[in-house]
């Protein structure tokens, strides 16, 4: 019984694992798209130089 009990707690870890592996691949690609995006919109900055659309 022990044994079944291991196989379907390592099988219920291993599928939790790949879908929050999965989830983190779609976060990281939507990340990926609006950097994109806020890099080709960037704007010109006041002093007439290149601008900078992020803050840090």
């Known amino acids: 019984m022990v044994p079944i009990l291991l196989v379907l707690l390592l099988a219920a870890i291993l599928f939790g694992l790949g879908f929050a592996v999965k989830v983190l691949w779609w976060i990281a690609l939507i990340v990926l798209v609006v950097w ?10 006041a002093s007439g130089g290149r601008g900078r659309w992020y803050r840090w």
Do not use: I, K, P, V
């Open 36 to 45: 994109l995006l806020g890099f080709l919109m960037r704007g010109t900055s």
